[in-house]
Every structure is written in structure tokens, then in C-alpha cells.
């Protein structure tokens, strides 16, 4: 079985970071694209950010600037730091992994919530 499992939601204040990571275990050969969602209240499921294998990425155009996304495929690991964090940033963020053979994954979901 493959799993992921996200960590570093919570609440900060604006203009705050956070770091999110998405840990994928189980039987594994080769994790091509990962990337992190979001999806607040009463609004579809969006792409925040995505990095390729070999490491290309793509960002909204509301994060851009802001957040990194990146990746160690020695951990099988993708992490997304948010830097200036806004209101509208507030979502529940997930990860996707796409797995070689396997197919697509998603993380359980991190609660990230910028409010003073």
C-alpha cells in the first residue's frame, strides 16, 4: 500500500510561514510528478504548486513569490514553504504524489489558517 502523510499545517498571522511536508511510504519504484493543493471553504480544489521529477516547477499566480515547493527523492518527500501568508491563503491543503505503475495518491489533508 502507498500512504502519504502530510505534517506543518496551523494557524499564523499574516505576513507569517509555514512549512508543509508529505512523507509517501509503502512499495514504491519511481515518483514522477508531486504537488500541493488547496481548498477553502464553499471553492473547488485548486493546484498551488508542482514539481516534476527532475525538478521543474509550476506555480498558481497567487503564490508566486511566495511559496517554494521542492522535493528530496531520497526521502520521497515534497515540502512547500509558504512565506507572507495572506487570509486567502487559508485552506486545507493537500499533496499528490503520481507513482510509476501505481497511479495517483493523495494526502489526508493539513488545516492551514492565516488569521490574526
Known amino acids: 500500500q502507498v500512504q502519504l502523510v502530510e505534517s506543518g499545517g496551523g494557524l499564523v498571522q499574516p505576513g507569517g510561514s509555514l512549512r508543509l511536508s508529505c512523507a509517501v511510504s509503502?512499495?514504491?519504484?519511481?515518483?514522477?510528478?508531486m504537488g500541493w493543493y488547496r481548498q477553502a471553504p464553499g471553492k473547488p480544489r485548486e493546484l498551488v504548486a508542482l514539481?516534476?521529477?527532475?525538478?521543474?516547477?509550476n506555480y498558481a499566480d497567487s503564490v508566486k513569490g511566495r511559496f517554494t515547493i521542492s522535493r528530496d527523492n531520497t526521502k520521497n518527500t515534497v515540502y512547500l514553504q509558504m512565506n507572507s501568508l495572506k487570509p486567502e491563503d487559508t485552506a486545507v491543503y493537500s499533496c499528490?504524489?503520481?507513482?510509476?505503475?501505481?497511479?495517483?495518491?493523495w494526502g489526508q489533508g493539513t488545516q492551514v489558517t492565516v488569521s490574526s
Open positions: 514539481i516534476t521529477n527532475g525538478g521543474s516547477t
Open positions: 499528490r504524489a503520481d507513482i510509476s505503475i501505481r497511479g495517483t495518491y
Open positions: 509503502g512499495n514504491i519504484f519511481r515518483i514522477n510528478d
